[in-house]
C-alpha cells in the first residue's frame, strides 16, 4: 500500500478489547494493578491488536549517510556505514545479537549508503543526503520514495511486532535539526554527544545544527523531513506509519527512532496511539523528544547506540505481558471467587 494511503486510515484504538483485558488482568491470581506496567503493556497491546500477538517481532535496520557530516559533526567517519551495513548482513552487529535472543529476524535495508555496492537489501534512493547546513537534505520525490521503503519492508517483514533501527553516520545531528523543527525545542536543548562529540566539537555541532534550522524555510511536515532529514529516517518513519495502519505495535528505539516516530505523528495523525518506547537513550536529547512525543520509556540501560537495539532489548516485556494474560490463574481457579 502507498505510504500516503496508510497515513491517512490510521484506525482507531480497539477500546472495547483493552476494557476487556483490564478486566481479565483483574480476575488473575494476583492484587489489582500488581504487575504493573505490564499489565498497562497488556492493555495497550489489546488496544492496538484487538487480541495480544507477540510472537513474530521483526527489527527493520535502515542505513543511510548525511552530507552534514562534511561539517565535522561526528566522531566517526561515513565509511562506517557501509561498513557497519556489511556486520548487519553479516549477522555480528549488536542488534543481531540481540535479535537472536529475542527470536526476531532482521532485515538490512541501503537507503542512502554513500557506497557503490553494499551486501544490504538494495533500495538506494540516493548516495548520502544533502549537507543540512547549506542545502536541503533531499526532494521531496526522495523523501517519499524512503517513506515508501518503509512502508513495504513492514509488510514484507509479516511481523507482528515492527522495531525500526537506524545507521548513519551524522544522523543525530539531522534528527536534533527535525526535532527543532517539529517540535520549536532551541539546539541546545535537541542535540547531545552522538557517537560521542564532546566539548568544542559539541558546541560546533549545535551550531551547525543551528544553521541548518535557520536555512530552512519549510512548514509542512513532509517538506521539513525532505529538508532538514535522512533516508534512513524518513524510511523509519514510512514503516512506522504503516505498522500503525495494520495495527501492528511499533516498538521505538531510541533517539533517532523517536524522532522518526514524531515525524510519523506529524504525517499520520493518530499513528502515535500504536508505538510504544523501548527505552531511554543516553542521547542527551532523548528525554526532549520523548516528553514532545508523549513517549513513556520501557527500560533506561545508559544505551545509546541505535540499530534497534534498545527496543530489541525491552520487547521481552511484551512477550512477558502477553504470557501473563494466557498462563496465570484466575481466582476462580484456585478457588477464591
Ligand atoms: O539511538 C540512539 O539514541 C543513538 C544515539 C547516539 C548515536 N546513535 C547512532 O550513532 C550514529 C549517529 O551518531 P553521529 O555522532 O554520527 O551523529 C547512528 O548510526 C546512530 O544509530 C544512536
Ligand atoms: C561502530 C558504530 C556502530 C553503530 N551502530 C549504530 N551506529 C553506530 C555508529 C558506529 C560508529
Redesign the pocket.
Known amino acids: 500500500m502507498n505510504w500516503r494511503e496508510a497515513a491517512e486510515n490510521i484506525p482507531e484504538i480497539d477500546k472495547l478489547a483493552a476494557e476487556k483485558m483490564r478486566m481479565h488482568l483483574d480476575t488473575l491470581t494476583k492484587p489489582q494493578g500488581s504487575l504493573g506496567r505490564l499489565e498497562e503493556l497488556a492493555v495497550m497491546l489489546a488496544g492496538m491488536q484487538g487480541t495480544v500477538q507477540t510472537d513474530k517481532p521483526a527489527v527493520l535496520v535502515f ?1 543511510g549517510d ?1 552530507g552534514v ?1 562534511a561539517e565535522g ?4 567517519g561515513s565509511e ?2 557501509a561498513l ?1 551495513a556489511q556486520n548487519f548482513v553479516a549477522g555480528k552487529a549488536a542488534v543481531n545479537v540481540l535479535a537472536r535472543q529475542i527470536g526476531a529476524d532482521v532485515y538490512v535495508y541501503n537507503v542512502g549508503i554513500d557506497a557503490t555496492d553494499t551486501a544490504a537489501i538494495n533500495r538506494n534512493v540516493r548516495r548520502g543526503t544533502g549537507n543540512i547546513a547549506k542545502e536541503p537534505a533531499m526532494t521531496t520525490a526522495e523523501v517519499k520514495q524512503a517513506l515508501q521503503i518503509g512502508a513495504d519492508a513492514v509488510e514484507v517483514s509479516k511481523a507482528d511486532i515492527i522495531i525500526p ?11 536534533s535539526a527535525l526535532l527543532c523543527a517539529y517540535k520549536g525545542l532551541s539546539p541546545e536543548a535537541a542535540a ?6 564532546e566539548g568544542q566539537q559539541l558546541k560546533h ?1 549545535i551550531e551547525v545544527i543551528g544553521r541548518a534550522v535557520k536555512r530552512s524555510d519549510a512548514k509542512e511536515p513532509l517538506h521539513i523531513l525532505a529538508d532538514l532529514g535522512g533516508l534512513e529516517i524518513a524510511a523509519m518513519t514510512g514503516a512506522m506509519i504503516r505498522a500503525a495502519s495494520m495495527r501492528k505495535p511499533v516498538l521505538v ?6 524522532v522518526a516516530a514524531i515525524a510519523a505523528a506529524k504525517l499520520a495523525p493518530g499513528a502515535e496511539r500504536f508505538f510504544l518506547y523501548g527505552h531511554k ?3 542527551a536529547g ?1 528525554a526532549a523528544a520523548l516528553e514532545a512525543a508523549g513517549g513513556e520509556p520501557l527500560l533506561d540501560l545508559g ?5 534497534g ?2 527496543a530489541a532489548a525491552a520487547y521481552p516485556l511484551l512477550k512477558m505481558a502477553q504470557a501473563l494474560t494466557e498462563e496465570m490463574a484466575t481466582f476462580a481457579d484456585i478457588g477464591l471467587a
Open positions: 542505513a548525511h557530516t559533526v561526528s566522531l566517526y562506517v556505514t557497519m533501527g537506524d545507521m548513519g553516520i551524522g544522523n543525530t545531528t539531522a534528527s547531545g554527544s552522538g557517537t560521542g562529540v555541532k528505539d531510541g533517539f533517532i527512532a523517536t537513550s543516553a542521547e532523548h544505551m545509546r547506540l541505535g540499530e537495539t534498545g
